[in-house]
């Protein structure tokens, strides 16, 4: 490997979401070969198709929209995306070139022969792994990895000038469920007073803590800019977006303080539906470990079910 493109791709100082391609694409003919004839017929079909380009995934628009931080900053290039497949590196072909037909920065890929990749994801510093297969992100999550399963895909005819949204559930996504679990047990009275008692301690992280504070630090690449150039329109903003509110939100601000992050929009809903918040905000993604939470006829916008904590156990 020429030495150039390691150093242009220190991937210890990125952040860096890992995609299987189940995600990135649509494989739907192509897993329903496998199912009906087998492998050996699959990767006949995938060499007879191998030039064919695959329909964008229910992921494809965010994964695109992500890339785009690296054009805004040429230098610090602070986004790297790694390819998971279950295909072998054969019929692996046909998803590299419909990645580059696309035109999007990927580079480096698992290509796992029916495997599952998630075992590998501490060793490309993933702090996201989105899939189309839920026992793929059942089986990281329970291994202690951050993991979504892509419920529903965005609208991929979204416009370059609008800032890339993420925006997040709190409880059992970017903190811990602890406060969830004192939920289940004690209904709402039992929670507001478990949190109102416990407002200046903060949250143990949850599994998605680490992608939300590497987005915060890509953040401050802007604030600096913006303390330079108030007119300067960011590319990124992230939000929060969870059924608490008062006395029981100060908790949050304490744990996003205590971390030294903070969102752009916090929506404390008091159980009122996010789907109302969600098809205005109109965010690029969504991460929620409540599965309900996601099913909206009206929002174009990719869904992501986090399936961890007490909110995902019968």
Not at 125 to 131: P, T, Y
Request: contains cysteine; negative net charge.
């Amino acid at each position: 490997m020429p030495k150039e493109s390691v150093i242009r791709f220190p991937i210890e100082q990125k952040l860096v979401v890992a995609i299987a391609s189940s995600a990135l694409f649509d494989l739907t003919a192509g897993d329903q070969v496998y199912v009906e004839q087998g492998a050996k017929k699959y990767k006949q079909y995938q060499q007879q198709h191998v030039d064919d380009i695959l329909p964008k995934g229910s992921a494809f628009t965010f994964i695109e929209r992500l890339l785009t931080l690296n054009k805004r900053y040429p230098d610090e290039r602070p986004i790297e995306v790694v390819l998971l497949s279950r295909n072998s590196a054969a019929t692996g072909k046909r998803v590299f070139r419909s990645i580059k037909h696309y035109g999007l920065d990927i580079v480096r890929a698992a290509f796992m022969e029916g495997q599952s990749a998630f075992e590998y994801l501490p060793a490309f510093n993933v702090a996201l792994f989105l899939s189309a297969n839920r026992g793929d992100v059942e089986r990281a999550i329970d291994a202690g990895y951050p993991a979504g399963f892509v419920v529903s895909g965005s609208d991929n005819n979204r416009s370059d000038n609008k800032p890339l949204t993420i925006a997040f559930d709190f409880d059992g996504v970017i903190a811990s469920d602890e406060s969830e679990t004192v939920y289940k047990q004690e209904a709402l009275s039992g929670f507001v007073e478990h949190e109102v008692e416990k407002q200046h301690i903060p949250h143990q992280p949850g599994p998605l803590s680490s992608l939300f504070t590497k987005l915060a630090l890509l953040q401050q690449l802007e604030n600096d800019v913006i303390a330079q150039d108030p007119d300067y329109q960011r590319c990124l903003t992230t939000a929060i977006i969870t059924a608490r509110s008062a006395p029981t939100h100060e908790r949050v601000i304490t744990t996003l303080e205590s971390w030294g992050v903070e969102a752009n929009t916090t929506f404390f809903l008091g159980g009122m539906d996010k789907g109302r918040i969600l098809s205005v905000l109109k965010p690029d993604i969504f991460f929620d470990d409540q599965s309900g939470h996601l099913q909206s006829e009206v929002v174009e916008t990719a869904m992501v079910h986090v399936p961890f904590g007490i909110a995902n156990k019968a």
